[in-house]
């Protein structure tokens, strides 16, 4: 194999904590390649910005983007791929839940021939039993949805080959979900296995409520079916009610003979007819309005991110 540089982006936010024992697990396997760390400081509010500038000024490897503001993990991976100039580049988290370990064994795959190396977690026994099923539920949700089967089990944690990463940075859409992105391309993939490790410090950065907006974002973002499934929501809630109207006609015309009893509109079934009715609308609605938001933004055309700060870049 010729020579070859290697890129890590390794997007942070409020990990002052994790800087430090990060680099300390990852600098001595990478020492022996041609490497460049990228940080992308996603508007910390902490001290992280400072740990990493000072080692940066002592290791030019170490190079630092800094947002103006806080953007989002997706913006600060789009803003490491665009800054990266290596042969391969590798994504993973700060928190050591990604293990640098297996970086040489990624790179193993790559120099075989892969161009995309995923790392799949073989045991996430870290993770709660709630967030493990709506991970589970996610992934077969949107590969249902999808044209696109989108691995499952793995994260950000991956090597990209600069063909892929030029791919990424070629595409002009601003709402990006990278995970299908990089599977939409169709590159060829392999995966590397590990075991998920505890958080190092911190606290989560992907609460429930930011979990479900990813997953709503995912789902919007790399399908369209559902506005095709809201469709199907207003045909048959269109002919419940027409067989509501059918039951009404025949009970009143006929209620003599197949209707002994008094007829009596009973207000239990108008409210479940209201309900049901309201119910859909308000979904279909607010599916069209998730997609009507990505049309807004991209139309906008505004930034991807802002940069305050870059060192030695």
Known sequence: MKPFLLSIIIPVYNEEGNILPLLERLLPIVKTLSYEIVFVEDG?????????????????????????????????????????KG?????????????????LEMINKWQKGSK????KRKERDVDSAFKKTTASLFYR?????????IPQEVGDFRLLDKEVVDFLNSLPEH???????VAWGGFHAEYVYYNREKRFAGETHYPFSKMLNFALDGITTFSTKPLRIASYFGFVSATVG?????????????????????????WTGLFVGIMFMGGVQLITIGIIGEYISKIYKEVQSRPKYLIQEKINL
């Open 44 to 84: 910390s509010k902490d001290r992280t910005f400072d740990i990493i500038k000072k080692e940066a000024l002592h290791n030019p490897h170490i190079k630092l983007v800094s947002f103006l503001r806080n953007f989002g993990h997706q913006m600060a991976l789009t803003a490491g791929y665009a800054h990266a």
């Open 87 to 103: 042969d391969c580049v590798i994504s993973m988290d700060a928190d050591l839940q990604d293990p640098p370990e297996i970086i």
């Open 242 to 266: 027409f067989l509501g109207i059918l039951y009404a006609l025949i009970g009143k015309i006929f209620q003599p003979t197949f209707f002994p009893h008094d007829w009596v509109t009973g």
């Open 141 to 149: 949700f949107i590969n249902f949805l999808s044209e696109t089967p």
């Open 175 to 181: 709402s990006r979900f990278l995970r299908g992105l």
């Open 116 to 119: 995309i190396v995923y790392a």
